[in-house]
């Protein structure tokens, strides 16, 4: 089955900074990467997603980019601001699931 | 308007008790799932459901028995719990297995066994 890395585990910027958070997989047929940003006591929110038949995306300060022949995806973040702390997830569609990575926490100081 | 609602938020109980969590999603989705996340934040798929049928169980114990009354209701009941039972319950839904479609998770059920 499916099976996602996620790297950093923890990352720790200053404001205005630009953060990378890197994922790697392993189903060649996985064709959708979404990435869930949690903060303390909420619930996984999706932020951004990416289709197999894309290699960038980008939303304001947020974007993606997804190299399949490689089986890895980034997200990015620029200009960060402390609300940007969380812990971000990327995930990976394998066989009918949604597989999460380890978790990555953001914490962005002023 | 809730999307994905479950009951209760947090839950304290005794080893060896029997309890359950609820989970309705307004979404009009035809899949919904159990996600459990541990103290390490994991976020592990436990059972997902398409339109009232079983269709992922991730090797999870029998102790947990799902039950989905109809594609907008899954609830989660738990028997004879244990300390390694501790953990955040998520439910969630979405279109079409997930491949591809939005997963909405609702608010977490904090589950502590003592």
């Known amino acids: 089955g499916e099976n996602v890395e996620q790297h950093p585990s923890t990352l720790s910027v200053q404001e205005g900074d630009s953060a990378v958070i890197k994922c790697t997989y392993s189903?060649?047929?996985?064709?959708?990467f979404p990435w869930y940003k949690q903060e303390l006591g909420k619930r996984p929110q999706l932020i951004i997603d990416?289709?197999?038949?894309?290699g960038e995306k980008k939303d304001q300060r947020i974007a993606v980019t997804l190299n399949k022949t490689a089986k890895h995806f980034s997200l990015h973040i620029t200009e960060t601001q402390p609300e940007d702390s969380a812990v971000y997830f990327c995930?990976?569609?394998?066989?009918?699931?949604?597989?999460f990575g380890t978790g990555t926490r953001l914490l962005v100081s002023p | 308007d809730t999307a994905v609602s479950q009951t209760p938020k947090y839950l304290v109980t005794q080893m060896g008790n029997d309890k359950s969590i609820k989970c309705e999603q307004n979404?009009?989705?035809?899949?919904m799932y159990w996600y459990k996340q541990d103290s390490k934040k994991f976020l592990k798929i436990m059972f997902s459901?398409?339109?009232?049928?079983?269709?992922i169980n991730e090797t999870v114990p029998n102790r947990f028995s799902p039950k989905s009354p109809d594609k907008a209701h899954l609830n989660l009941h738990i028997n004879s719990l244990e300390l390694g039972d501790s953990a955040v319950y998520f439910c969630?839904?979405?279109?079409?297995?997930?491949?591809?479609?939005?997963?909405?998770f609702g608010e977490g059920s904090w589950l502590t066994v003592v």
């Open positions: 969630a839904s979405s279109w079409e297995g997930g491949a591809g479609n939005t997963i909405y």
């Open positions: 189903d060649s047929a996985s064709n959708y």
């Open positions: 990416i289709r197999s038949n894309v």
């Open positions: 995930a990976a569609v394998g066989f009918q699931k949604l597989v």
């Open positions: 979404l009009g989705h035809d899949t």
């Open positions: 459901y398409n339109n009232k049928e079983l269709i």
